[in-house]
């Protein structure tokens, strides 16, 4: 049963750099787009370790130009996902980027651009709506637990229009966006009929 959708706030950086022959150029002359890109990615992850809680950020999306085996990279074009029930964290962490890619663009002589691309307000699942929840899973005598939704849904936008819950169900592995996900049959009827079994307890009132 989810609690609340985090929020989430999307970077675009572009790395510029000099594209130049990788055969000629002396490693101490380059100024490779690629290689502060990857600090950069590193720095992500240890700003968001840097201190305890749930948030999470990501570098999913890379395109390194003019991409080709013999030339140092001039240009990097990268996302940055940031995600955390907190909006606050969020800004807090993105601006402990903004200032660690000013300092590895300055290490690179590289030009880093952090833009934010965009925000998704975390929501709150309706108490309502979990009560009704529980107490379907309490009749069908199903195993449940409350955690927080770190993946953004329809549900997010709808709960500023009116009252929101979510029903989860195991995925194999805990897999989730790649072609291995798989949840059992058994857990798909499950969740079908803790569905029904909470819709028709909000239609009964």
């Known amino acids: 049963m989810v609690d609340g959708i985090v929020s989430i706030d999307d970077y675009d950086v572009t790395v510029t750099g000099v594209a130049n022959h990788a055969g000629t150029t002396p490693i101490p002359d380059r100024q490779d787009a690629l290689i502060a890109a990857s600090m950069l990615t590193l720095a992500v992850r240890e700003v968001v370790s840097s201190e305890p809680g749930a948030q999470v950020g990501t570098v ?3 395109e390194v130009l003019p991409n080709a085996t013999n030339v140092i990279p001039g240009e990097v074009r990268m996302h940055i996902d940031l995600r955390d029930l907190s909006s606050a964290k969020l800004h807090r962490l993105g601006g402990k980027i903004r200032e660690r890619a000013q300092a590895i663009a300055t290490a690179t002589r590289t030009q880093i651009s952090v ?9 709150t ?69 803790l569905l029904l079994e909470t819709v028709l307890a909000l239609a009964r009132g």
């Open 60 to 62: 999913g999306h890379m």
């Open 115 to 123: 833009t934010q691309a965009g925000h998704d307000e975390s929501a």
């Open 125 to 193: 699942a309706s108490p309502e709506v979990q009560r009704a929840i529980q107490s379907a899973v309490n009749k069908l005598g199903l195993d449940s637990r409350h955690l927080p939704s770190g993946a953004g849904h329809d549900a997010q936008m709808a709960a500023t229009l009116m009252p929101m819950g979510m029903i989860f169900v195991p995925s194999v592995g805990g897999i989730s966006h790649s072609p291995k996900e798989l949840t059992d049959w058994q857990d798909c009827a499950n969740g079908a009929n």
